[in-house]
């Protein structure tokens, strides 16, 4: 019987140490969700598709025999790749958070579109060498907001002015014209993840 067929991009949001035969990763599908694939390892001379790496955006050519419980890749052709994230460590760890925020909430379908656009520019600023504490910030409140919850009504009133004032401009200005110093970023990133682990259930650990 042939396998199940199915052609997806996707993120490669985790890598895990080979077995003696494949590769495995959990990648995002807009379409599909979280998924887990298997890319066999072979010499370069023995196959055509590119061997996945972490960050990676994909067009991936899938087979499953056993329903879809397990996928194999066919073939995988890059869309982006970005080897820029690990010349820092605060960027690659960061990242990775995200990729992980991703990997560990299941997101419905009809907020699969907005995940994928976020994780799209969310890396390539990390890869473009903006700061990594200003992108997380950003892209930990709108995974947040686009999840539905209603953040700017009620985690965002309940901050002193002040903060409601630094929170606004980091939502709000491009990532080149921020001013706020790292303790404040890392203060407010704090707050905003306290109310997220209290009011919500999005798994940030």
Do not use: C
């Not at 907005?114 to 890869?127: H, K, Y």
């Not at 060498?129 to 686009?146: H, M, N, T």
Request: proline content about 6%; aromatic content about 8%.
């Amino acid at each position: 019987m042939p396998g199940l067929p199915l052609q997806t991009d996707a993120f490669v949001l985790l890598k895990r140490l080979p077995t003696e035969a494949f590769q495995s990763f959990t990648v995002f599908s807009p379409s599909q969700g979280t998924m887990v694939v298997l890319q066999r390892l072979a010499k370069k001379a023995a196959t055509k598709s590119v061997p996945l790496d972490l960050f990676d955006e994909a067009s991936l050519d899938l087979e499953s025999s056993n329903q879809g419980q397990t996928w194999f890749v066919k073939e995988a052709r890059i869309i982006a790749r970005h080897p820029e994230l690990g010349r820092s460590y605060e960027t690659l760890r960061l990242a990775s958070e995200l990729a992980a925020l991703v990997a560990r909430n299941a997101v419905p379908e009809e907020g699969r579109a907005a995940v994928a656009a976020l994780l799209r520019q969310a890396l390539a600023a990390f890869a473009r060498g903006a700061r990594p504490d200003l992108v997380w910030f950003k892209s930990l409140y709108r995974f947040a907001r686009d999840e539905g919850y209603p953040l700017k009504e009620e985690w965002f009133p309940t901050l002193p002015a002040a903060d409601r004032t630094a929170v606004a401009a980091l939502l709000n200005q491009p990532l080149a014209d921020q001013a706020a110093g790292p303790e404040a970023v890392a203060r407010l990133t704090r707050r905003l993840e306290e109310y997220l682990r209290g009011h919500t259930e999005i798994l940030l650990d």
